[in-house]
């Protein structure tokens, strides 16, 4: 995971980053990811009872989420980052069996763009919920902030 998490750049720009990054090392470290893959199919098989099987994940998980979280700016909604992190992995994961399965890697890179444009617009719904949320809240407030001012006419 490589993100510069000086610059506040945006959960969306953090996470193409990471899809980016990903994908590059799907390409350039092939039989590395493909043992990674064999390695959790093994673990699942012969511990399916083991608790700590998902480790790697939940660590990995995090570790995004925090990346995210870091690479927040304003409008950003630092809730979002966990949710973020569990849909990056099951995309990479999708983009990476994809991988094994055409090794096509105009193929891996434009689907790779479609991952990141559809995070994208899935943040950038969510801040414009956010920014709508805020406006009526701000709305209220300011309606009830008139009706307190009105001057009471006394009988």
């Given at each position: 995971l490589v993100a510069d998490q000086r610059a506040r750049v945006g959960m969306a720009a953090a996470a193409q980053s990471i899809i980016e990054?990903?994908?590059?090392?799907f390409v350039s470290k092939r039989n590395w990811t493909l043992c990674n893959f064999e390695l959790e199919f093994w673990a699942q098989r012969h511990r399916p009872d083991d608790t700590?099987?998902?480790?790697?994940?939940?660590r990995y998980n995090e570790r995004v989420a925090q990346i995210l979280r870091s690479s927040a700016r304003r409008g950003?909604?630092?809730?979002?980052?966990e949710p973020l992190s569990g849909l990056i992995a099951?995309?990479?994961d999708g983009l990476a069996f994809q991988w094994f399965v055409y090794s096509d890697k105009d193929r891996l890179a434009a689907d790779g763009?479609?991952?990141t444009q559809m995070?994208?617009?899935y943040i950038a719904?969510?801040?414009?919920?956010?920014?709508?949320?805020?406006?009526s809240v701000t709305m209220r407030a300011d309606e009830a902030s008139a009706k307190r001012s009105v001057p009471r006419q006394r009988s």
């Amino acid at each position: 995971l490589v993100a510069d998490q000086r610059a506040r750049v945006g959960m969306a720009a953090a996470a193409q980053s990471i899809i980016e990054t990903a994908i590059e090392r799907f390409v350039s470290k092939r039989n590395w990811t493909l043992c990674n893959f064999e390695l959790e199919f093994w673990a699942q098989r012969h511990r399916p009872d083991d608790t700590d099987a998902g480790a790697s994940y939940r660590r990995y998980n995090e570790r995004v989420a925090q990346i995210l979280r870091s690479s927040a700016r304003r409008g950003d909604d630092l809730e979002l980052a966990e949710p973020l992190s569990g849909l990056i992995a099951v995309l990479l994961d999708g983009l990476a069996f994809q991988w094994f399965v055409y090794s096509d890697k105009d193929r891996l890179a434009a689907d790779g763009r479609r991952a990141t444009q559809m995070l994208e617009r899935y943040i950038a719904a969510h801040r414009a919920a956010a920014r709508q949320e805020v406006a009526s809240v701000t709305m209220r407030a300011d309606e009830a902030s008139a009706k307190r001012s009105v001057p009471r006419q006394r009988s």
